[in-house]
């Protein structure tokens, strides 16, 4: 059974300065799909960023990028230039490739502070 | 475009009672997701749906819980009788046909207490 690890319960970050989540993952596929969701405290979850295991190159989103290391099952969430509204519970996810239910991490409570 | 919507937001019901969650996913939407939070198991899927037709219901707790979808743009998520153990909150999400990784996205959540 796939599962998905967090290491990180909390962390925090001074605002303007970059923090990286760890999440790492157990599976026997070859090819897959990972995210990264965000959970602000209005509990709304939204998705941060996707990346494809086939793809070597790591997927960007703005000031949000993943450093995937597939060999290492390890996805890692880089957030640049932290801002205030990035506080949240941050939650890495795994997908089977022919799709169907997530499987979430426990979460990293990230707080950014002024 | 409106996104996935939940109802009610809060419910507060007493043991026993039944408790019906609503559920509307984005329109174009062929997949249907209910996922549960909560503090000892964290975000877990209980049941999905493709084209209205339920995939994978292993993760629906016992028989109290029922999930339907009697069409493309309304599922319900039924528990009778409720137990306090059933306060979480609830997710539905939805996606394009489930198959090749496709975003799922999630409504604002019900959060529900069982007294």
């Known amino acids: 059974a796939q599962t998905v690890t967090q290491s990180q319960p909390e962390m925090s970050v001074q605002e303007a300065e970059t923090v990286t989540l760890s999440c790492t993952y157990d599976?026997?596929?070859?090819?897959?799909?990972l995210f990264w969701y965000k959970q602000p405290p209005s509990r709304q979850m939204i998705l941060v960023i996707r990346q494809e295991a086939y793809k070597q190159q790591n997927a960007t989103e703005n000031r949000f990028s993943v450093n995937f290391q597939k060999a290492a099952k390890s996805f890692s969430l880089k957030i640049s230039d932290s801002q205030l509204g990035d506080t949240a519970m941050y939650f890495c996810?795994?997908?089977?490739?022919?799709?169907?239910?997530?499987?979430f991490g426990q979460g990293t409570e990230l707080s950014v502070k002024p | 475009d409106a996104g996935v919507i939940q109802s009610p937001r809060h419910e507060v019901t007493e043991m026993g009672q039944e408790v019906t969650l609503r559920c509307k996913p984005i329109s174009g939407h062929n997949s249907l997701f209910w996922y549960r939070q909560t503090m000892m198991r964290g975000l877990e899927l209980l049941i999905y749906f493709n084209n209205n037709v339920p995939i994978d219901d292993s993760g629906m707790p016992e028989d109290r819980f029922s999930a339907k979808m009697p069409n493309a743009s309304f599922s319900t998520l039924k528990i009778q009788p409720s137990e306090p153990r059933d306060s979480a909150v609830y997710f539905c999400?939805?996606?394009?046909?489930?198959?090749?990784?496709?975003?799922?996205?999630f409504g604002p959540g019900t959060r529900l207490l069982v007294l």
């Open positions: 996810a795994f997908m089977k490739p022919q799709g169907g239910k997530l499987i």
């Open positions: 999400a939805s996606s394009s046909l489930a198959g090749r990784g496709e975003t799922q996205y």
């Open positions: 599976t026997s596929e070859n090819n897959y799909y």
